[in-house]
Structures are given as C-alpha cells and as structure tokens.
Nanobody, 118 residues
Framework: QVQLVESGGGLVQAGGSLRLSCAAS????????MGWFRQAPGKEREFVAG????????YYGDSVKGRFTISGGNAKNTVYLQMNSLKPEDTAVYYC???????????WGQGTQVTVSS
C-alpha cells in the first residue's frame, strides 16, 4: 500500500510564503498525476492544484491562481506546492493526493496544517 507523506505546513503571517512537500513511501511508485486539496473547519474539501505528468499540465483552483505553484520531481512520486501571498482564508489542512489513472485520486496523505495569521 502506498502512503503519501506531507510536510512543510506551519504558522505564517498574512503575505508570507510556505512550501509544502509530498512524497510517496515507495520509491518505485509512479503516479499518473498528483494534486493538493485543502479543507478548512466547517467547509468542504477544496481542490487547490494538480499536475499531470504527461505533458506537465498544471491546474489551479480559482482562489489560489497566481499565488500558488505546483511542481513535481522527475520520479513522478513527489509533488510540491509553493504558496505565496498567503491570506488568512488559506488556513486549512492541506492534503496531497495521487492518481494512478485519469479518473480519480486513489491515494491520500494524512494532511498538514497551514495557519495564516492576520
């Protein structure tokens, strides 16, 4: 069973930056795509960003476009999320996810807390 492990969360002031990392536990694991989601207290899980390895296409939720950047390692089992110009409304638990095919996300990480103070 593949595990995804996130790191890099923490507390930051509004306007600051954080970089999240996510790595698959199995080095031989190669995903079709990986992404980031977030969930704030009392809210539904929200798509943040995704990357498809074939073609290197990236996708972003409207609320983070122009501020967040997703990237990945060459082995297709690591993904990063650079978050700039953070706002208090970005406060949430951020989850990494991976697809082995084009349809759905098959694997999820445990989440890392990001808190942005005003």
């Amino acid at each position: 069973q593949v595990q995804l492990v996130e790191s890099g969360g923490g507390l930051v002031q509004a306007g600051g930056s954080l970089r999240l990392s996510c790595a698959a536990s199995a080095r031989t694991f190669k995903s079709y795509a990986m992404g980031w989601f977030r969930q704030a207290p009392g809210k539904e899980r929200e798509f943040v960003a995704g990357i498809t390895w074939s073609g290197g296409n990236t996708y972003y939720g409207d609320s983070v476009k122009g501020r967040f950047t997703i990237s990945g390692g060459n082995a297709k089992n690591t993904v990063y999320l650079q978050m700039n110009s953070l706002k208090p409304e970005d406060t949430a638990v951020y989850y990494c996810a991976a697809k082995i095919g084009p349809i759905r996300y098959d694997y999820w990480g445990q989440g890392t807390q990001v808190t942005v103070s005003s």
